[in-house]
């Protein structure tokens, strides 16, 4: 069944779903978009590549189709979100109450390490930034 908007870019949208008893997050082209062709291409070509990846710090496609792929759903949505959701008096301070140093390293590592595989397999992401970072 599928439910709420999660996010929508360029030529997308994400809906949460429940897909065989998980918690998941459908990837679906953008219809009501400028260019549902290009969409459904740049969607098969992210399909590919996805589908050829497998480590723990890059998002794995649980099934594929036409014009849309099932993924797991991350319970905190991205990253962009999860920071901007935070008082703004405390996204900076040490005494950050939802992140300390130490987590903040660890994203970080976390990225570095996906970041680290993708360029293994000669992947380039080209738009590393938090709203691509699933928490
Ligand atoms: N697996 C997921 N779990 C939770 N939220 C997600 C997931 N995938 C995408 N989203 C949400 O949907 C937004 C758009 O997805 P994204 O894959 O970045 O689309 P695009 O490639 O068009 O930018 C993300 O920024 C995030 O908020
Ligand atoms: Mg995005």
């Known amino acids: 069944m599928v439910g709420n908007l999660l ?3 360029n030529y997308c ?3 949460s779903a429940n897909w065989k008893g998980n918690e998941v997050a459908i990837k679906s082209i953008d219809l009501g978009g400028e260019d549902p062709d ?3 291409g740049m ?3 992210e399909i590919e590549i996805m589908q050829h990846l ?3 710090n890059v998002l794995q496609c649980c099934k594929a189709g036409l014009g849309y792929f099932i993924m797991d759903r991350l319970a905190e949505g991205d990253l962009h979100h999860y920071l901007h959701a935070q008082p ?3 996204i900076t301070t040490p005494l950050d109450p939802r992140l300390t140093f130490i987590q903040k390293l660890e994203i ?3 990225i570095s390490q996906g970041m680290e595989y993708l360029h293994s397999k000669n992947v380039i ?3 590393l930034h938090t709203a691509n970072i699933l928490v």
């Open 38 to 40: 290009r969409a459904r």
């Open 54 to 56: 497998d480590h723990p």
């Open 125 to 127: 992401h080209a738009d």
């Open 108 to 110: 970080a590592r976390q």
């Open 7 to 9: 996010g929508s870019g």
């Open 43 to 45: 969607l098969k070509n």
């Open 13 to 15: 949208k994400v809906y």
């Open 88 to 90: 703004a008096t405390t």
